[in-house]
């Protein structure tokens, strides 16, 4: 028999006509021969109005009780679920998480789960109830209410059908939501966004931690590391809506899947940082330490072995990033600068491993919007950039408002005005609104998309079978393996000037050239002048080098060009890999430990990697197969 985990979020459970509707969801899931667990959000704004409540008593409420506050919006929700599910004649029991055994750790308001007790809950479903299940909240092994962060019902929903599968049953998962599933981009910024029929784990992955609010990014490693099928779908219809599953081959044909905008993070910029092995891991591991993710890491090197880092972390953790900083960039006579707001726009595509031209295109579309680029990173299937927002006047430009009412998120973003801007320009350039495979064009075949529902297979084969059977908590990030690449070389342009264009000039050069460029690292490193590195293949280097140096004579004949064949690249591959602060650490301290200098380090969910010189390819490799636990 097979277990259905529906979720229903805020917006879709906001009234008794939505959880009447929900409820007839999951009875009529059970009626088609299923066993149903339903996990809840709490009612519309409501998680949204205890927090204006304790800030009505306090602007620093203790976490553990902001925890016991919030923990209450979801209880309401269950309860109402299940009496209307009883209303409407089927047998139903709702429980909290700690009621179930959702053990977190100890990290008030970002908990991570640890594990789950499924024996409780697999007890009501063989007896025939509908299970109701408060999404977003745990207990931690000192029995305190602990949540899982905002947006966290969805890691709730994914992780207990992950849970229920390692138990033995055969599950899918399906989050109902106020759209009708995974578009190409926020169909509230851009209402031409098209709705997608499939997108790989990965790809979502990337989306979310840009964000793409429509998942929580942690579920999506739970969907990834235990292969739980999910849809996204809208609570109001039963059309089919997008399914997230397994990278499918017709994927990796598509350069960009989606664009994402995140408007609520800060750049930093450390100036005057000693350029020498193991003061990043003194930095990184300061801000891991303290829970703190670090996203966009872009170090430049300018005169005299003083490199800049520039990087950006979320608003609410700028004031304790900026305290626990202090005291380290003093000791190391360097400084820190805040910059301002910014929005980072993301293309995330699996496409983008093997075709070139990517990067091309999307700067070239925000250059012709004049946008300039503060920043830019690289992961593996994904770009981003960070476009300053600090222009007064154009932020009094006013947009169409939205028809429902909004969570604070939305409300923040609409002030994203050149990164809004950004994200359309876009979206237009890869044609996102067109139909393609994947995302339209063949709509007929009802089920083309659906994925495998996979047999339990265990104990554990495959080595990703083997890391995850490793995990001491369900939610451990899960490194898996480490690569080295020796085929790379690097260009370094020194001094560019800092203005809307120049990336998309040099990008472009080198692409007509059929080059592919894979990493690429952008930074401040002076007053309006920036550095630009990015790897091309070895064979290439003499080739990209020589277009390289024709574009940026053109641009500035002040600007320096570096080739440099003599490096490796390594990659570590895993789930989850930027947000679990403990990567970067670990990385950055095995490297450190051994004298190994890191040249430039892209970091996405599913790939960090970093440059070393070649000389110590080998070295790193063995460092960091040790470090991950990996040999
Ligand atoms: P819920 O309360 O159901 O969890 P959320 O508000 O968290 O709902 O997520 C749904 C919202 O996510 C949508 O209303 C939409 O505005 C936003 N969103 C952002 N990016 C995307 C995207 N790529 N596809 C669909 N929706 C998106
Ligand atoms: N109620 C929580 C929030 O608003 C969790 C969720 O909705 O997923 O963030
Ligand atoms: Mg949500």
Redesign the pocket.
């Known amino acids: 028999m097979g277990v259905v985990v529906q979720?229903?979020?805020?917006?879709?459970v906001k009234d008794a006509e939505s959880v009447m509707e929900a409820a007839r969801k999951a009875i009529r899931a059970k009626h088609a021969g299923n066993s149903v667990i339903v996990v809840v959000?709490a009612q519309g704004s409501t998680t949204d109005d205890l927090i204006a409540k304790a800030a009505e008593i306090t602007s620093e409420p203790s976490a553990r009780e902001m925890d016991m506050l919030l923990a209450t919006g979801e209880q309401i929700s269950i309860a109402l679920t299940a009496m209307a599910i009883q209303e409407l004649g089927e047998r139903a029991v709702s429980f909290t998480g700690p009621q179930v055994g959702i053990v977190t750790d100890s990290t008030h308001r970002k908990a991570r789960i640890k594990k789950i007790d499924t024996q409780r809950l697999c007890e009501a479903l063989d007896s025939g109830h509908i299970v109701v299940l408060a999404g977003f909240q745990g207990i931690d092994e000192q029995g305190d209410i602990s949540t899982l962060g905002r947006?966290g019902?969805?890691t709730t929903a994914v992780a207990v059908a992950a849970a229920v599968k390692l138990a033995g049953y055969e599950v899918e998962c399906e989050?109902?939501?106020?759209?009708d599933?995974?578009?190409?981009?926020?169909?509230?910024?851009v209402p031409d966004?098209r709705?997608m029929d499939a997108i790989s784990y990965d790809e979502m992955l990337e989306?979310a931690s840009m964000?793409?609010?429509?998942?929580?990014s942690r579920s999506i490693e739970f969907a990834k590391k235990f292969d739980v099928p999910l849809m996204?779908r809208n609570?109001k219809s039963d059309a089919v809506g997008?399914w997230i599953m397994p990278e499918a081959p017709w994927m990796s044909e598509i350069p960009a899947c989606?664009v994402?905008l995140a408007a609520d993070e800060s750049r930093l910029l450390l100036e005057g940082v000693p350029d020498r092995p193991g003061v990043s891991h003194r930095i990184f591991a300061a801000l891991a330490d303290a829970n703190i993710a670090v996203d966009m890491i872009a170090q430049s090197v300018g005169i005299g072995g003083k490199a800049t880092i520039g990087f950006t972390v979320l608003n609410t953790e700028l004031d304790r990033t900026k305290k626990i900083l202090g005291p380290i960039v003093g000791e190391l006579g360097a400084t820190l600068n805040e910059t301002g707001k910014v929005s980072k726009v993301s293309v995330v595509g699996a496409g983008m491993r093997a075709i070139s031209g990517v990067a091309e295109r999307m700067f070239q579309a925000l250059a012709a919007e004049g946008v300039n680029l503060k920043m830019i990173t690289t992961g593996d299937i994904k770009i981003s950039v960070l476009v300053e927002e600090d222009g007064a006047a154009e932020s009094a430009v006013i947009e169409p408002g939205?028809a429902?009412p909004i969570?604070k998120?939305?409300l923040e973003s609409k002030k994203a005005v050149r990164g809004r801007r950004a994200l359309r320009a876009v979206h237009a350039a890869f044609a996102l609104a067109q139909p393609r495979k994947g995302a339209g064009a063949q709509p007929a075949a009802h089920g083309e998309f659906k994925p495998r529902l996979v047999p339990l297979v265990l104990p554990a084969k495959t080595e990703r079978e083997a890391a995850i059977a490793r995990l001491a908590g369900m939610e451990d990030v899960l490194v898996s393996g480490v690569q080295l690449n020796n085929e790379q070389s690097r260009i370094t342009i020194y001094d560019l000037p800092d203005q809307p264009g120049n990336c998309s000039k040099v990008f472009n050069a080198v692409a007509t050239g059929g080059i592919l460029v894979d990493m690429i690292v952008q930074n401040q490193s002076g007053p309006a002048k920036a550095e630009l590195s990015f790897t091309v293949p070895r064979a290439d280097l003499t080739r990209a080098l020589k277009r390289t140096q024709d574009v940026v004579r053109e641009i500035d004949p002040g600007c320096r060009v570096v080739g440099d064949g003599d490096i490796s690249v390594l990659f570590v591959l895993g789930v989850g890999m930027r947000t679990h602060t403990g990567v970067a650490k670990t990385m950055f301290g095995a490297l450190a430990a051994k004298g190994i200098n890191i040249a430039m380090i892209n970091t996405s969910e599913v790939c960090v990697g970093v440059v070393v010189e070649r000389a110590r390819g080998e070295e790193a490799l063995a460092c960091l197969t040790e470090a991950f636990k990996l040999g």
């Open positions: 979720k229903f979020g805020g917006s879709s959000s947006g019902s969805d989050i109902y939501t106020d759209v599933g995974v578009y190409t981009t926020d169909p509230r910024i966004a709705k989306m964000g793409a609010g429509v998942m929580h996204v609570a997008t989606g994402a939205p429902e969570k998120a939305h």
